[in-house]
């Protein structure tokens, strides 16, 4: 990254970074890190004795956690502007969030919150409406096709320059032969009308519990095994 002396770098999460006091023999340059406007770490670099740069914080008990990382790799004067070389830059959020079991998010519950996982449930039913966009937790979205047959993906709203991004009114997914399973993922993509598939796209005819193609008493007597709660059929 090229940094320009006295422009600050944007780099998200209300982080910049920007150049300042580049010395005339190109070996040092102060960089100053800010979140939100306000100075948080500035510092000398001496590109000829160590070229990193770097800032740490304490974080939810954690002593010295590496905020922000970067290395000068070179610093260029220039008789209309001076320049910064930088490489290796590394950034986390300082800002931690800690979760509990039992915190809820949205229609998500925290169930699990340990140092290798994080389990989200829900308790209640999340209605699959068609043509609808489902509120998950926070910015999380199921967008639902407008389809008979549910079909439904996962997606993040996010705000870009400014710009309210419009989802799509279907899911623009090609389905040859109509069973709710793309083709791009249809194993069988020549499924029969008033046939029923599975997530890989192959079809059973509807009332076809044991698949061999035909309706008989046999499939019959499984569904009321199933209704009776003699077998699962899941």
């Not at 990382?69 to 910064?84: G, Q, R």
Request: proline share 4%; net charge negative.
């Amino acid at each position: 990254r090229l940094l320009v002396e006295g422009a600050p770098w944007d780099l998200g999460g209300g982080f910049t970074l920007t150049a300042d006091q580049l010395s005339l023999d190109g070996r040092m340059v102060f960089l100053i890190l800010s979140k939100d406007g306000n100075e948080i770490y500035k510092s000398a670099v001496d590109s000829d004795i160590d070229s990193r740069y770097m800032y740490t914080e304490d974080l939810s008990g954690v002593e010295d956690v590496v905020v922000f990382f970067c290395c000068v790799d070179a610093v260029f004067m220039d008789t209309k502007s001076n320049f910064v070389q930088l490489k290796y830059v590394y950034l986390i959020d300082n800002d931690v969030e800690e979760i509990e079991p039992g915190t809820t998010y949205g229609n998500m519950e925290v169930k699990t919150a340990s140092a290798d996982r994080i389990v989200l449930t829900n308790d209640a039913d999340i209605d699959l409406s068609k043509n609808t966009d489902i509120k998950l937790m926070n910015d999380v979205y199921f967008k639902v096709a407008d389809s008979d047959t549910v079909r439904f993906y996962p997606f993040i709203e996010r705000t870009i320059d400014g710009t309210v991004p419009t989802p799509p009114e279907t899911i623009p997914a090609a389905d040859v032969d109509g069973d709710g399973v793309p083709d791009v993922w249809d194993v069988d993509n020549s499924t029969l009308p008033g046939y029923w598939t599975d997530s890989d796209g192959y079809g059973r005819r509807w009332g076809d519990m044991n698949g061999d193609g035909k309706l008989t008493s046999v499939d019959a007597l499984i569904i009321l095994q199933a209704a009776a709660e003699k077998i699962d059929i899941g």
